[in-house]
């Protein structure tokens, strides 16, 4: 079911922009671990409790706890890590089914010995793969910068769950934006379905933590099950929240791959 020279030739024309987001992710991750300062996050707590309530809750600028976990869970993980890899995902989305069904480039895929379904499961196989190793590079760098700066700070186990979580929740995401992909032989189109749900969702967080008057409507976005707080808490709503976005991104990517073994192509 996998082809791969298809695959080599993916990670050929995609390789720099994952480069370009594993870099600011790292830059960003390296410069909020060096903030943290056990003796001084009374200054931090009161540097944030100066801005203004609004900003601070929309960023999701909290910690759950004093700890460096707590700390990069509630100044990284809040936000950072919502914003950055949802961009990625939804330009690979995009980029694996529907652009080259738009620019003529899934006539020349379909003339070679593979089927539609070996297309669409080794595209899925790049967007899911990419994205895993993204989260995976940011955990990396989160342990590495915390051993070098904080020795034995770090909690390494809560943090590789937090970073589970985030890995979950872009296995869900990309399935969204690669079910839009395999929906539509314009990239416009699937850009329009999978980024515009994807940047609804992180709108929604973000509008969700500015008063409580619209605190309901996080309840309408999927970046809701990816709760950095309650994942460092340990809290009991994580495995239920774990299991959804596997589900979510499962049926996603299935019915992508299904959709576009069966539909018109204008070739």
């Known amino acids: ?60 600028f909290k910690t759950a706890d004093a700890s460096y976990l707590g700390f990069l869970a509630g100044y990284f993980y809040g936000f950072l890590i919502l914003l950055f890899p949802s961009i990625y995902s939804i330009l690979m989305a995009d980029r694996m089914i529907a652009r080259h069904v738009d620019s003529g480039a899934m006539a020349f895929l379909l003339s070679t010995p593979n089927t539609r379904q070996k297309i669409a499961f080794t595209q899925a ?56 992909s395999c929906l539509f032989n314009e990239s416009k189109y699937s850009l329009a379905l999978g980024g515009g749900l994807v940047g609804m969702f992180f709108m929604l967080k973000i509008l969700s933590g500015v008063g409580e008057e619209v605190a309901f409507v996080k309840y309408l976005s999927l970046m809701t099950l990816f709760d950095p707080s309650g994942i460092t808490a340990g ?33």
Do not use: H
């Not at 791969?4 to 600011?24: H, S």
């Not at 060096?34 to 609004?54: G, H, I, K, R, Y």
């Not at 915390?146 to 296995?171: C, H, K, M, R, V």
């Not at 959804?244 to 990517?253: F, Q, S, V």
């Open 235 to 267: 809290g009991s709503g994580i495995t239920p929240a774990f299991l959804a976005m596997t589900a979510i991104g499962l049926a996603c990517y299935a019915a992508g791959i299904y959709i576009f073994g069966k539909k018109d192509l204008p070739l």
């Open 1 to 60: 079911m996998l082809s791969l020279p298809l695959l080599r030739t993916t990670i050929k024309f995609n390789y720099v922009i994952w480069l370009i987001f594993a870099g600011i992710l790292a830059m960003y991750l390296s410069i909020i671990a060096s903030m943290f300062d056990p003796t001084t996050m009374e200054n931090m707590d009161a540097l944030v409790a100066s801005l203004p309530p609004q900003l601070v809750d929309a960023m999701n």
């Open 125 to 180: 196989v790049f967007l899911i793969g990419s994205m895993t190793l993204l989260i995976v590079f940011v955990a990396l760098v989160g342990i590495a910068s915390g051993e070098a700066l904080f020795p034995g700070e770090l909690d390494i186990p809560g943090f590789l769950l937090l970073n589970a979580g985030a890995a979950l929740l872009y296995f869900a995401l990309t399935g969204i934006g690669f079910l839009a």
